[in-house]
């Protein structure tokens, strides 16, 4: 991992996936594919949205309109181009209405559908950023309850070498360094 990313916990977990808690940058991981927190319209936004795009260049853009969006909970996968992740898997997270709106579900598929386009690529490092829990509103302890229990059940097969929590901030890295313990030691 390259500057100026700091590593906040680095746990073995079961089935030979590293589980990772980073702070920092996500668009800096040298990792086969970092995960955007997309909109619906994949055409870059706010957040790390954009600044994946930014990151990537005008190449991903012109890659994403030709994907015809993306709807939440879904997954989809393209180049990398001036990042250092090869791929970028983009994944439209739910926005928060309570969660009488099946968003607990919603944001389980993003990770679970993000993982299976990781699987059938054969991509082994993935970075994850705190999906929906910006602008979307998603409550982060909720939401990295989710990530961590989903991505736990789907790596059981050992398919996957690490998979990161790339945080942003201080409060939401503190937030995975409490949990992922917790949860593999339950595993």
């Given at each position: 991992?390259?500057?100026?990313?700091?590593?906040?916990?680095?746990?073995?977990?079961v089935a030979?996936?590293?589980?990772t808690?980073?702070?920092?940058?996500?668009?800096?991981?040298?990792?086969?594919?970092?995960?955007?927190?997309?909109?619906s319209?994949l055409?870059?936004?706010?957040?790390v949205?954009?600044?994946?795009?930014?990151?990537?260049?005008?190449?991903?853009?012109?890659?994403?309109?030709?994907?015809?969006?993306?709807?939440?909970?879904q997954?989809?996968?393209?180049?990398?181009?001036?990042?250092?992740?090869r791929?970028?898997?983009?994944?439209?997270?739910?926005?928060w209405?309570?969660?009488d709106?099946?968003?607990e579900?919603?944001?389980?598929?993003?990770?679970?559908?993000?993982?299976?386009?990781?699987r059938?690529?054969?991509?082994?490092?993935?970075?994850?950023?705190?999906?929906?829990?910006?602008?979307?509103?998603?409550?982060?302890?909720?939401?990295?309850?989710?990530?961590?229990?989903?991505?736990?059940?789907?790596?059981k097969?050992?398919?996957?070498?690490?998979?990161?929590?790339?945080?942003?901030?201080?409060?939401?890295?503190a937030?995975?360094?409490?949990?992922?313990?917790?949860?593999?030691?339950?595993?």
């Amino acid at each position: 991992m390259s500057a100026p990313e700091t590593i906040r916990s680095d746990v073995a977990s079961v089935a030979r996936t590293r589980f990772t808690v980073a702070l920092g940058d996500i668009t800096k991981l040298p990792v086969d594919a970092i995960v955007n927190a997309a909109n619906s319209s994949l055409l870059g936004g706010g957040g790390v949205d954009g600044a994946i795009h930014r990151a990537a260049g005008p190449d991903l853009l012109a890659e994403c309109r030709s994907l015809n969006g993306c709807r939440t909970g879904q997954a989809k996968i393209t180049m990398g181009y001036r990042l250092p992740a090869r791929h970028v898997i983009h994944t439209v997270g739910p926005v928060w209405n309570g969660g009488d709106h099946d968003e607990e579900e919603l944001l389980a598929g993003c990770y679970r559908n993000s993982l299976s386009l990781a699987r059938e690529r054969a991509l082994k490092t993935i970075a994850f950023p705190a999906i929906s829990t910006g602008i979307y509103r998603f409550p982060a302890e909720p939401a990295a309850g989710i990530a961590i229990r989903t991505t736990l059940a789907e790596s059981k097969d050992g398919a996957f070498e690490e998979i990161i929590f790339c945080c942003f901030g201080d409060d939401m890295a503190a937030l995975y360094d409490r949990l992922l313990p917790q949860m593999l030691s339950g595993a």
